[in-house]
């Protein structure tokens, strides 16, 4: 009899962030809103690299969505909005909302994958989503169009 324990072999990369270059060349915000269906349509205006989900606040009968927004130091800041509230924060304060190391990475990771150089040749990523998509360029197929 094999009273042996089996192990599972994983590549496992030790890593640490350059807490210098990520402020300088990424802004990140913590947004909450009542409205998350207003919020992606203010995403691809605010020029957002990456996204991801954090918290649903419920406070009596008020139910707030949080996201951590990653933008490009270079890009514009946006408009107040009455429904959307923005708090910016630094790689230091990721901590305190929750984000890990490992968060981070994929947040990077969605910036690099499903992001892309618009005209100007700013990085751009105007599909950003909660969610990370491994797709290769140019392996999509067109939708039929309805007639």
Same mark, same amino acid.
């Given at each position: 009899?094999?009273?042996?324990? %089996?192990?599972? %072999? ?5 890593? %640490? ?34 996204? %991801? $989900? ?21 890009? $514009? ?33 969605? /910036? ?11 990085? /751009? ?23």
């Amino acid at each position: 009899m094999n009273t042996e324990e %089996k192990l599972a %072999k994983t590549n496992y990369i030790d890593f %640490k962030f350059n807490e210098p270059g990520i402020n300088q060349q990424f802004s990140f915000v913590i947004i909450t809103t009542q409205i998350p269906k207003k919020l992606g349509s203010w995403f691809k205006k605010a020029q957002a690299l990456a996204i %991801k $989900k954090l918290t649903v606040i419920i406070n009596g009968n008020v139910r707030q969505t949080r996201y951590l927004m990653m933008i490009s130091r270079t890009a $514009k800041i946006m408009d107040t909005d009455p429904d959307i509230q923005q708090k910016f924060v630094n790689f230091e304060q990721l901590g305190q909302y929750g984000i890990t190391d490992d968060d981070l990475l994929l947040m990077l990771m969605k /910036c690099r994958f499903q992001g892309k150089l618009d005209e100007n040749r700013d990085w /751009c990523n105007f599909n950003a989503t909660d969610r990370l998509f491994l797709i290769m360029p140019n392996h999509t197929k067109e939708k039929p169009q309805l007639k």
